[in-house]
């Protein structure tokens, strides 16, 4: 089961907002294989609702993380889910 994570986007009052972000995919790249780097990639579903419908898009992100092979699934998408929120802050 996909992990979501419901951020608030900092509206208030009738314009407060809600976000959903679901992970649809991850992977684990090696850049550079013999110094062991490695890095986070994956896409994320992302849901809102607006005063008049709702919105959505998916967003695609990779970073360096150290050590990503050893990481559980689980651990995987909650670095996913963790940057993404705090890039959209």
């Known amino acids: 089961m996909a992990m ?5 986007l900092g ?3 009738m ?3 809600e976000m959903k972000l679901t992970v ?5 790249l090696d850049d550079v294989p013999d110094l ?9 579903d992302m849901v809102f609702e607006m005063p008049d419908g709702q919105g959505g898009s ?3 992100v990779s970073f360096e993380c ?12 909650r670095l996913l889910l963790e940057r993404v929120r705090n890039e959209l802050k």
């Open 36 to 44: 062991g780097k490695t890095s986070i990639a994956g896409d994320i």
């Open 15 to 17: 314009d407060e907002m």
């Open 24 to 28: 649809k995919s991850v992977a684990v």
């Open 11 to 13: 509206f208030t009052s």
């Open 66 to 77: 150290e050590g990503a092979r050893e990481l559980t699934f689980n651990e995987l998408e």
């Open 4 to 8: 979501e994570f419901p951020i608030n």
């Open 58 to 60: 998916i967003v695609s």
